[in-house]
């Protein structure tokens, strides 16, 4: 895996608490850092014991590198080694050990659905970019209430549910608001969107995310698919609405110069390159 910046920030998201910061040449655990003394973290709403979190080390031993029970402690970067009971990222060094905001010891796992369609003139024609003369890809995308970012309308497997489910669920809690809404509704955005995701989506990539809250012990890991809409019609006319731990959403450009959070704008790239999209 390449090396990670966003998981060596400084702050630690939501908090004050500052990370040791570990130059890019002392990033991989294969590197000898005697004297590395990295900081000590878990956030109190992980201590808080919430059902989505695992208890401390000590009073509790997972079983990694494997399936426990319905929580998936695989890692689609291999075998990551277990250091006096500690999982270690597979990308190395983030200068802060516990569990941050995250969950999970290990592999917190993810999916992100990649919605997208052509961006559009008037006349329904596709719009070309003027420098690359390539047709522009527009993803849904929702501002995230932690941080601010533009982001993916990503989130967490629950244990024991399949990706597309998740995908399904994470793309209409935050981009339609689904959880707001009478059970009778949810059932109809549910009809709506199963079209568009259960056309085969392109499955953009498998693997570490370099998120800001990933730790020595703690790190995010997604499938990206995108589902694309050719034609326009289908996604077009779903009523985009902000939900759950999104507070905007809208139809965004995709561009190289996107400043998106966590490794999302990677995603954009491999997405616009299969699709033969400006980029
Ligand atoms: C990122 O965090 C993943 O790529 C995914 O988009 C997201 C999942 O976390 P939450 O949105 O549930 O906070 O690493
Ligand atoms: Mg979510
Ligand atoms: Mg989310």
Not at 10 to 25: A, F, I
Not at 31 to 41: H, Q, S
Not at 199 to 228: I, L
Request: charged share 25%; net charge positive.
């Amino acid at each position: 895996a390449a090396p990670h910046v966003k998981a060596r920030c400084q702050e630690y998201p939501g908090s004050k608490v500052k990370r040791l910061l570990v130059p890019d040449d002392k990033v991989g655990w294969s590197r000898r850092w005697p004297e590395y003394r990295p900081v000590g973290y878990t956030a109190p709403s992980v201590l808080n014991k919430p059902v989505w979190a695992d208890p401390d080390i000590g009073s509790f031993s997972p079983k990694f590198n494997t399936l426990d029970g319905a929580v998936d402690r695989t890692s689609f970067e291999g075998c990551y080694k277990v250091e006096n009971g500690m999982p270690l990222n597979p990308c190395g060094r983030t200068g802060l050990t516990g569990r941050g905001l995250l969950g999970r010891w290990g592999p917190n796992h993810a999916a992100d659905p990649i919605v997208t369609r052509w961006k559009e003139d008037s006349k329904k024609g596709k719009v070309l970019h003027p420098v690359s003369k390539r047709p522009i890809l527009q993803f849904v995308s929702i501002k995230r209430k932690d941080c601010g970012q533009w982001a993916i309308p990503g989130g967490m497997v629950d244990p024991g549910e399949q990706v597309s489910l998740t995908l399904q669920r994470e793309f209409s809690e935050e981009a339609l608001n689904s959880l707001a809404v009478s059970a009778a509704e949810r059932a109809k955005i549910h009809e709506r969107i199963k079209k568009l995701f259960n056309s085969t989506g392109f499955q953009v990539f498998k693997g570490y995310v370099d998120d800001p809250r990933n730790t020595d012990n703690a790190w995010m890991e997604t499938v990206a698919v995108n589902f694309h809409d050719e034609s326009g019609n289908s996604v077009s006319e779903l009523p985009l609405q902000a939900g759950d731990d999104a507070g905007q959403v809208q139809w965004v450009d995709v561009d190289s110069s996107l400043s998106l959070y966590a490794s999302h704008s990677s995603f954009l790239e491999l997405v616009a390159k299969e699709r033969k999209a400006h980029w």
